[in-house]
């Protein structure tokens, strides 16, 4: 079966640092990849994706790309603020097997960011 | 543009109760989801709908039903709450497309449910 494995958290960092957060993957068929972000209090909204190989899916200076060679997903982003803290969630999306198109999802990782 | 729509927004049962968490969503998207958010698990499926009328079960649907009479619509029954269910509980829908926007996963606001 499908299945996201993310990196734990918290991951903790100070305003300006680099970060990355690793997801990697297992899918039988060739799914798309997410990354959903979930503000304190909030619902999970979509980051980013990418639906197929070397793809790089970006957004709000956060970028990802699609390695099938490794079956990667990893999360970056050059210079994190205070208001990146968030919960994110690597997720895919499974289009080959014509089956559910219910996602499934990693179990997220906290990120907090210092002043 | 309403998106998924979840009520109610906070619930606090007694064990034993019974409560429906209603979830809507106005874009016409075929497959529709819950899920339940506990500190450090997560994002568990607890059910699942492909269309109107077809539902299954996904990784905890113990205590739990649902039914999709409409496109719209897909209640989350709690037959007989109990403080295991304490929990954030998402709705969240999709649909089946190749297009650049296809198979993006839209979520409701949450619901917060405490059973005491």
């Known amino acids: 079966g499908n299945s996201v494995t993310q990196m734990e958290g918290p991951v903790t960092l100070s305003e300006e640092a680099f970060l990355t957060i690793n997801c990697t993957y297992t899918a039988t068929g060739y799914p798309s990849l997410f990354w959903y972000v979930q503000y304190p209090g909030e619902g999970l909204q979509l980051l980013l994706k990418?639906?197929?190989?070397?793809d790089k899916g970006s957004n709000k200076g956060f970028e990802a790309t699609y390695r099938k060679e490794t079956t990667s997903f990893h999360l970056e982003k050059g210079s994190v603020q205070v208001s990146d803290s968030a919960v994110y969630f690597c997720?895919?999306?499974?289009?080959?097997?014509?089956?559910?198109?219910?996602?499934?999802f990693g179990r997220g990782t906290s990120l907090i960011v210092h002043p | 543009n309403a998106g998924v729509t979840q009520t109610p927004k906070f619930q606090v049962l007694k064990t034993g109760q019974s409560m429906t968490l209603q979830c809507a969503q106005d874009m016409n998207h075929e497959y529709m989801s819950w899920y339940r958010q506990d500190p450090g698990m997560g994002l568990r499926l607890i059910h699942y709908s492909v269309g109107a009328g077809i539902t299954d079960q996904g990784e905890v649907p113990n205590g739990y039903n649902v039914s999709r009479s409409t496109t719209e619509d897909f209640p989350l029954r709690l037959l007989s709450a109990a403080p295991s269910q304490t929990s954030v509980y998402f709705c969240?829908?999709?649909?089946?497309?190749?297009?650049?926007?296809?198979?993006?996963?839209?979520f409701g606001e949450g619901s917060w449910l405490t059973v005491v």
């Open positions: 969240a829908s999709s649909y089946r497309s190749t297009g650049p926007s296809g198979n993006t996963i839209y």
């Open positions: 997720a895919l999306s499974d289009l080959k097997t014509g089956g559910s198109y219910i996602p499934t």
């Open positions: 990418a639906t197929k190989a070397d």
